[in-house]
């Protein structure tokens, strides 16, 4: 054998050795898709007693208007619907130009709803989601008070919510209703390169979507942020997730007509909306209209499921002080007992935390009652230690708080 022979042999036997973890990383997605399908199949269906109808769907999506995405609404209407989400709420950038938050999405679309709403970014607080969005945020400058950029970018009843806390500067302002305490944006800043390049490689094809799980992580410091927030002010702040969906990961090579001949893209919106959603809870004598998710999501009576490790579908939390009953979100005076009920669609790890401090943390759950002795902001996270590593370690369910005064 020559000596290039051998080299090339010596070389080609680093290169197999080099692939082993990826593969055994694929061998895991495998397993982990095997445990989410008997998770899903664990569900039990139990008779519906509560005085509201659940409705999921997505948070933080951007199209091709204000730049930075790709995306057409054909594609985020086909998106949201393959994966039977009830709304859709759209917050374009602005631009100096026109009004993307008139331009995009809004009203009933395939039988989905959706919202029209702007993400503002101003250099010296940071960014904000106006819901919905009037298109005047576009032409704040930041030398005007928040107060101002608010009024003039949302409706008189919308909704500010601060995104990418870890940025923000204006805490002590009073302008907003919120928090985006996770972002799968932020979450995928933290991919190592070159073991996303060879995850991709081998696991690609057969588990697109279950390679989040090699990248997503609790948000501690947005989760201590938001606890240390209310907990100091008393405040009500209603936590979202957004799933930031710009369509715009991948590549493409055009014709010189412009049809495409080949391309990739990683994160469509069919994808991105399957990551994380956010469960609304509204009364059962409204409909879902405009007017309808906003005031839900305004009261806090919402959750964020992280729905690709299992469906978060029937997860409730609430309060009952003799016949006074609450959900998540809402507030309950301590004047005699009040019990706190938490019931899980499957059995699962349950955590629960009084002003960002754990309380109780227990395994199997499936429906557990906890009388409260003290005020507080009391809220509960989700895991299924069920699943294998990493998703095991990570939140399911991320509920808003009940607040006992």
């Known amino acids: 054998m020559t000596r290039w022979k051998r080299l090339s042999l010596v070389l080609l036997v680093l290169v197999l050795l080099t692939q082993i973890p990826f593969a055994y990383r694929r061998y895991k997605l495998g397993r982990l898709q095997a445990a989410i399908q008997h998770v899903n199949s664990q569900r039990v269906t139990t008779p519906d007693e509560s005085q509201f109808a659940e409705y999921k769907g997505v948070v933080h999506v951007h199209s091709f208007l204000g730049g930075h995405s790709t995306g057409s609404f054909e594609e985020i209407v086909a998106g949201a619907k393959s994966n039977q989400l009830n709304f859709v709420v759209m917050t374009e950038h602005t631009s100096d130009n026109f009004n993307t938050a008139s331009m995009t999405l809004k009203g009933v679309h395939a039988g989905i709803l959706f919202i029209n709403g702007n993400e503002v970014s101003l250099p010296d607080t940071g960014r904000l989601l106006l819901l919905p969005g009037l298109g005047a945020a576009g032409e704040a400058s930041n030398s005007q008070p928040l107060e101002e950029i608010v009024k003039r970018g949302r409706g008189q009843d919308g909704l500010t919510f601060v995104a990418y806390p870890q940025e923000f500067r204006g805490w002590e302002t009073t302008y907003y209703d919120g928090v985006e305490v996770y972002n799968v944006y932020t979450n ?3 991919i190592n390169p070159f073991l996303m390049f060879f995850d991709g490689l081998w696991s690609y094809r057969r588990y697109p979507e279950l390679l989040f799980a090699n990248f997503y992580q609790r948000p501690n410091e947005n989760l201590k942020k938001w606890d240390e927030v209310m907990a100091a002010t008393g405040r009500k702040l209603v936590a979202v997730a957004g799933n930031d969906a710009h369509a715009n990961v991948g590549f493409k090579i055009d014709s010189e007509s412009g049809q495409p001949l080949i391309g990739l893209k990683l994160d469509p919106y069919e994808r991105s909306f399957r990551l994380v959603r956010v469960h609304i809870l509204i009364p059962k004598d409204k409909v879902l209209d405009s007017q309808s998710l906003l005031t839900a999501i305004a009261a806090g009576h919402c959750f964020i499921g992280f729905d690709l490790f299992g469906d978060t579908s029937g997860f409730s939390f609430s309060a009952a002080k003799g016949a006074d009953n609450r959900i998540q979100g809402d507030e309950i005076l301590l004047d005699k007992e009040v019990r ?18 754990i309380m109780l943390d227990e395994n199997g759950i499936r429906k557990k009652d906890y009388p409260v002795t003290e005020k507080g902001i009391y809220r509960v996270e989700v895991y299924l ?3 294998p590593k990493p998703a095991r370690d990570q939140p399911w369910i991320i509920s808003n708080p009940i607040y006992v005064r």
């Open 340 to 357: 706190l009920t938490v019931s899980l669609p499957v059995a699962g790890r349950l955590v629960l935390l009084k002003d960002g401090k």
């Open 188 to 190: 995928a800043r933290q």
């Open 385 to 387: 230690p069920q699943l």
